[in-house]
């Protein structure tokens, strides 16, 4: 089974930028879809953004161009560009595969936008 170790959560101010990243411990080329989640404090968790091995992506609609998910398979990595940050955008980021299993769940990175 694949591990996933999500980085590169922070405070940063409204307006700001982060990269997120996800870390796979074995290959995801063969992972059809992987995806960024993210849940905020009393909040259910929601899917922000999928891509497909064939590099098509979705996104909710809160983040329409604002975020950018993309995937490295030679690096096993999937990222996450989060531009024009908001701060309904803070919350713990997560990488799943998509749709999410329930055993791949990791830590998750923690993203805070403030003043």
């Known amino acids: 089974q694949v591990r996933l170790v999500e980085s590169g959560g922070g405070l940063v101010q409204p307006g700001g930028s982060l990269r997120l990243s996800c870390a796979a411990s074995?290959?995801?080329?063969?992972?059809?879809?992987m995806g960024w989640y993210r849940q905020a404090p009393g909040k259910q968790r929601e899917l922000v953004a999928r891509?497909?091995?064939?590099?098509?992506?979705n996104y909710v609609d809160s983040v329409k161009g604002r975020f950018t998910i993309s995937r490295d398979n030679t690096k096993n990595m999937v990222y996450l560009q989060m531009n024009s940050l908001k701060p309904d955008d803070t919350a713990v980021y997560y990488c799943?595969?998509?749709?999410?299993?329930?055993?791949?769940w990791g830590q998750g990175t923690q993203v805070t936008v403030s003043s």
């Open positions: 891509i497909t091995s064939g590099r098509i992506t």
């Open positions: 799943n595969l998509y749709p999410a299993l329930e055993t791949y």
């Open positions: 074995g290959s995801i080329r063969n992972i059809y879809a």
